[in-house]
């Protein structure tokens, strides 16, 4: 995201604070996965842009408590799905072309 022309988090990570105008987004799901106070689990589905921290942000204003992330894990974008994924150190020309058809 930019403001004046400005990357906002290159800006953010100076101290700047910049305005940022509001973007339309679309949650298609959250499910409450665990919850043990003050500490919640939460899995959603989204649309591109939006920012799943702002998201925790935004809940957390509307409850009238706060919120922030502590975790974030992407588990699918597009068609790339974590259960489809190799660990770097297990990473092999056969597993590359099984999994991903590249080679």
């Known amino acids: 995201i930019k403001s004046g022309g400005k990357k906002a988090y290159e800006e ?12 339309k987004v679309i949650i298609y799901s959250i499910k409450l996965l665990e919850y043990e ?9 989204v649309s591109s842009g ?4 702002a998201l925790a942000r935004d809940i957390g204003r509307k409850l ?5 992330l502590s ?3 992407r588990i699918k974008i597009g068609e790339y799905k974590v259960e489809n ?3 770097l150190d297990e990473l092999t020309e056969d597993n590359l072309d099984r999994k991903f058809n590249v080679l």
Request: proline residues 6%.
């Open 12 to 23: 953010a990570r100076k101290g700047k604070v910049l305005k940022v105008e509001p973007r």
């Open 37 to 45: 106070y003050p500490l919640l689990k939460i899995e959603s589905k």
């Open 50 to 53: 939006t920012y799943i921290r």
């Open 64 to 68: 009238g408590c706060g919120a922030y």
């Open 71 to 73: 975790n974030l894990r």
């Open 85 to 87: 994924s190799v660990k």
